[in-house]
């Protein structure tokens, strides 16, 4: 597995590759006994009528059809647990869910439909010039559909290279709700904690730790219970200053400490919840987006990326700022830009570069993804 956290779609050639790899050996041994069996058709004239013999047709068709459903029902098992397979295994890709995650078989299923489309189709065209003994036009009718079937299924596994969102998804995937990863050049999310992965939301830019001294630095601590005898007297020197009196809080048998006291301690007001169920309190400014960076002046902001393969989030799409009793928030020039929904229903676009005062219970939009804006 690659070093890296990044993740890197896969590219189309790549697919295509894959694809071919996993389908070859089922499709070739296919067409070999489908072959065989249209070749080992007779015909005997009886009674003026041609009768044709498609014993052997139909039995070689079966154990193709059967081997093939076999294979596919195994390799979209292996795919939807794992999102590998031979092909993807050979050229370094995973097949995963929106989120990361192994696809599923459903996924994996519905992605076969759409990409076998056309053969299926040719399939279908198959059974039925043998039910209805269409034999003389059968080159004419299968010849060409295996051609489009075949020329469908490379175009939709390709598809993801017209792509607006990072060359991401193909017609298939779309379909399927689904995304494939180069693990070679990044990293594989199956096996990483999906599209979010290893990410910490914690402040990136912690301010300096203060040292403060302690008024009994000097002393040992001793237990309540424990009798501390007076050391005595030390001769009077004149070179020395005179000794300060004892600070009360060295007598530390005479001090209750309460368990789990904290000082200073601050409890956030307001809180965010994003659409995948993540919540954040806020306690201070935060930065909001694919890859949020901080501008100048903003080194103490909380850094919260928001995991988007559409790519529909801005490296830096939001600036909020909580002064307690609601949320300031400003687009920073995304490029799909935001908007808020007020609690009483009204959607509001946000003019970039300027703050929006919102209230609690306000939905904020941003690209694809929402957060409502709560009590903590």
Known sequence: MSGTLTLVPAAPGKRLGAAVLDWLAPVAILTVLMSFGFAGITSTRSAGLIIYDTSLLAILAGIGAGLALVYAFAVASVEGRSGNTIGN????????DKDGYAPGLGAVFLRGIVTGAGILLAVLAAVLVAVFRWFDAALLILGPLLLLGTAWAVVVVLSSAWDRNGRLRGWHDRAAKTLVFDVVRGRNPVATGGIEGPYSFAPLDLPPVQQVASPVASRTPVASNTTVEPAPPAAPDATDHPVNAVHPDDAMDRTQVRAGARQDAREAVLRIRLDDGRDFRLERTVLIGRNPAPAAGESQAQ???????????????????????????????STNGSAVTTPDGMRTALQPGVPAFVSPGTTVHFGDRTFNVGHA
């Open 89 to 96: 295994q050979f050229m370094g890709i995973r097949s995963a």
């Open 303 to 333: 850094l919260l990326p928001v995991p988007d393969p559409g790519r529909t989030i801005s490296k830096t799409h939001l600036h909020l700022l909580t002064d307690g009793t609601g949320v300031w928030i400003t687009d920073r020039h």
